[in-house]
């Protein structure tokens, strides 16, 4: 059984930082690209970061370039999330991907940010 579990959100204040993390099980991690995407309320689903398997290559989408790190972990099954300098427009449910033709999901994060 394909699993994305992520964890690691919580509220913050601004300026704060989190690490996210999303825990795979159920398929061969390294052989999947692996994204994070946010969704804030009312609004569309919105790629944040991709890696691809090996972690060779890595983009950002441009609202959070400077600010966001993804990494993973192949041995741990792990990718994760390092945010920093969070601000109350960060406010959104993290979504673990993974994908390589076929896709999955995980239930999301909540991350909320606010003084």
């Known amino acids: 059984q394909v699993q994305l579990v992520e964890s690691g959100g919580g509220l913050v204040q601004p300026g704060g930082s989190l690490r996210l993390s999303c825990v795979a099980s159920?398929?061969?991690?390294?052989?999947?690209?692996m994204s994070w995407y946010r969704q804030a309320p009312g609004k569309e689903r919105e790629l944040v970061a991709t890696?691809?398997?090996?972690?060779?290559?890595?983009t950002y989408g441009d609202s959070v370039k400077g600010r966001f790190t993804i990494s993973r972990d192949n041995a741990e099954n792990t990718v994760y999330l390092q945010i920093n300098n969070l601000k109350p427009e960060d406010t959104a449910v993290y979504y673990c991907?993974?994908?390589?033709?076929?896709?999955?999901w995980g239930k999301g994060t909540l991350v909320t940010v606010s003084s």
């Open positions: 991907n993974a994908n390589n033709g076929a896709a999955y």
């Open positions: 159920g398929f061969t991690f390294s052989t999947y690209a």
């Open positions: 890696i691809t398997r090996t972690g060779y290559t890595i």
